[in-house]
């Protein structure tokens, strides 16, 4: 399952417990969650910069949302059959929790913290960096909603979500060329260009975000 093996086995045993569990004796995994997605986070970052000195920080935040996201953890959780090994509560076991990925991404994170508890951050980064190996060789090639990921990034400063307008449409009907502006509450615009309104919208947000790394 895991190629690290714990001095400390109580502390797989907390990252494997999910709260579902109701125990009020045995810690559950919560708090090592909240650990693990900061050192995931520390050490997937490291990676990215190491693996692309030039890129800018508009180019490498999309990168680490997509390689940290709860959705990733779970899956990777599933690769190495994590699920049948975590300790859950009755109702979650009829309901599937071993398959759930939420439970499965937290409990990732979970044993993430675990390792970098016992065996200190060189273990951790590299047992996150054998475990998301794949994942990292897809990252610079990895397409990121540029939409959410701006929404995101706007609520986040308290702004209001993003606004599209078309402001042009050329060609003919069998060939179309449309042209978006995206507008953020500061002022900032971009504009982008597709041969669908969609692309065109993500390119716009596409475009604004790379201009928040130049300045």
């Known amino acids: 399952m895991l190629d690290y093996s714990f001095i400390r086995n109580e502390l797989l045993i907390d990252a494997l417990t999910h709260s579902s569990r109701n125990n009020s004796i045995k810690a559950d995994n919560q708090r090592l969650e909240f650990l693990g997605d900061r050192v995931l986070a520390l050490v997937i970052s490291e990676a990215l910069i190491a693996a692309d000195p030039m890129a800018r920080e508009g180019q490498l935040a999309p990168r680490l949302n ?45 044993v993430i913290a675990a390792i970098y508890l016992d065996g200190g951050l060189e273990s951790a980064r590299k047992s996150i960096l054998k475990l998301w190996k794949n994942h990292l060789k897809e990252a610079p090639r990895t397409s990121f909603e540029a939409k959410s990921f701006l929404q995101e990034w706007a609520q986040a400063r308290g702004m209001p ?32 260009a597709a041969s669908s309104k969609r692309t065109a919208e993500q390119k716009a947000a596409k475009n604004l975000i790379e201009k928040f790394s130049d300045k």
């Open 161 to 192: 979500p993003p606004v599209y307008k078309e402001t042009r449409r050329i060609g003919p009907d069998h060939a179309p060329m449309f042209y978006v502006e995206v507008s953020l509450d500061n002022g900032e615009i971009a504009v982008g």
């Open 66 to 110: 997509v390689l940290v996201k709860k959705e990733t953890c779970a899956e990777i959780a599933g690769d190495i059959g994590l699920g049948p090994a975590l300790l859950i509560g009755r109702s979650e076991i009829i309901s599937g929790g071993r398959q759930k990925m939420a439970i499965l991404g937290d409990a990732m994170e979970a």
